[in-house]
């Protein structure tokens, strides 16, 4: 085998995984080592210097989002070579002793990497502030969904929902799935016209619009995205809704007044730290009359941890918190609800994120106009990654469906589920 800079690098990675190459790896000079199949490309020695002062999946994420690192073939297949060996446990077991680092700084110097840390990709989220105090959550929400209305356009159905939907046999086309969806939250909250609905991080307005149109309600709409606010009242204006609709910048925390009918909150809990989840949960209950219903759609995983690892981190939600299903629903019990519906949808998220991850594709070029060659390479990586999540159950998604009791215990339910 010659011992060129792509056998060498594979040579020592090997030894410290104790396995073969999940996936290839060529050099800037063109060599070329391992499987057949997804190829990891180190365009130029910066690649292998992101990873050399910051080893594992941030260093490989700073890597590819600024360009030096790239995958020919199959991406999700790359990723999934990867999670085999992190399943098995043959990652999570490698350590660098005294003799490994020394063997590292050996290759190198052999192949050039030496050098100053490259400065991290201007998309990195570069937060100040106490963790989970309003401005610093405005800041952390502002990150993410403020980064384009047309970019979220671009790549989400009509309804603008930015959240699982539910694929009914034989559904193939996302916006039919979404309408589903939005139809299924509101016949399990059971709206009827007249109703008051608050949707608690109601993003670009999809549950305001479709609850108002199909089921005559009344609603209010807070999130604290600028550009989410700004979207959201067009829409109302378009849909003539503006008498029956208003969104508002507002906290969670800031809520005040009558209570409501019923209240959802989709896929906002994660970004509600472990801390504030009980102010969170009591909130929603404050704001719900008795017998009303909560519907609170969530991601979770199997223990209380930041949002996907380092590179959600720091991309795409920072101080993102995810939790085990049973921690939501005890917040939830000592808040004062009572469960009485769980409705579990992760077989759902990987045919969304995967038509969000094709549309992206099919308008690479005017992502890129939009925010940038390196942010689009950001939401690559990410829908790739997350639909995986799903498909491998790292992650989960459930709607929870709770009600306020009255003090004499009504539940206000009917006997026969609505919505089946």
Request: proline share 5%.
């Amino acid at each position: 085998m010659p011992n060129t800079n792509a056998t060498r690098l594979a040579a020592f990675v090997e030894r410290l995984l104790g396995t073969s190459l999940p996936v290839a790896v060529r050099t800037w000079d063109g060599d070329r080592a391992g499987p057949d199949g997804p190829t990891v490309v180190l365009k130029n020695r910066r690649a292998l210097r992101w990873l050399l002062y910051t080893p594992g999946e941030l260093g490989l994420a700073r890597a590819y989002v600024s360009g030096d690192l790239d995958v020919e073939g199959d991406l999700a297949e790359g990723f999934r070579r990867i999670w085999s060996l992190t399943r098995s446990g043959e990652l999570s077991g490698v350590r660098l002793s005294a003799r490994d680092r020394a063997e590292a700084a050996g290759l190198a110097v052999r192949m050039g990497v030496l050098g100053l840390p490259p400065k991290p990709p201007a998309e990195e989220a570069r937060l100040n502030g106490t963790l989970h105090t309003l401005l610093r959550d405005k800041s952390a929400i502002s990150h993410h969904y403020d980064l384009s209305n047309a970019f979220y356009q671009l790549l989400m159905d009509e309804s603008m929902a930015y959240s699982s939907a539910y694929w009914t046999s034989g559904t193939t086309d996302l916006a039919q799935a979404q309408h589903d969806k939005l139809e299924m939250i509101c016949a399990k909250l059971g709206l009827r016209p007249g109703m008051r609905l608050l949707d608690v991080g109601c993003g670009w307005g999809s549950l305001l619009v479709h609850a108002a149109k199909h089921h005559g309600v009344q609603a209010v709409g807070v999130t604290i995205s600028a550009e989410q606010v700004q979207h959201v009242k067009a829409r109302l204006a378009q849909h003539d809704l503006d008498d029956r609709v208003e969104v508002r910048r507002q906290d969670y925390r800031e809520l005040a007044g009558e209570p409501f009918d019923a209240v959802a909150s989709i896929e906002m809990g994660e970004h509600v730290g472990e801390d504030n989840y009980p102010t969170y949960a009591s909130t929603l209950l404050r704001m719900l009359k008795p017998t009303g219903r909560l519907l609170l759609q969530q991601m979770s995983r199997g223990a209380v941890a930041p949002g996907g690892g380092a590179f959600i981190e720091r991309y795409i939600a920072p101080d993102m918190t995810m939790r085990p299903l049973s921690r939501t629903l005890g917040h939830l019990e000592t808040a004062g609800f009572e469960i009485r519906d769980v409705h579990a949808l992760r077989e759902h998220y990987p045919p969304t994120v995967r038509a969000w991850a094709d549309t992206l594709e099919q308008h690479w070029d005017e992502a890129v106009a939009l925010i940038g060659e390196s942010g689009a390479r950001v939401w690559r990586l990410y829908l790739v990654g997350g639909a995986l999540a799903f498909e491998e159950n790292r992650m989960g998604v459930d709607q929870i469906l709770a009600v306020h009791p009255s003090v004499d215990g009504d539940s206000g339910m009917p006997l026969k589920r609505e919505w089946m």
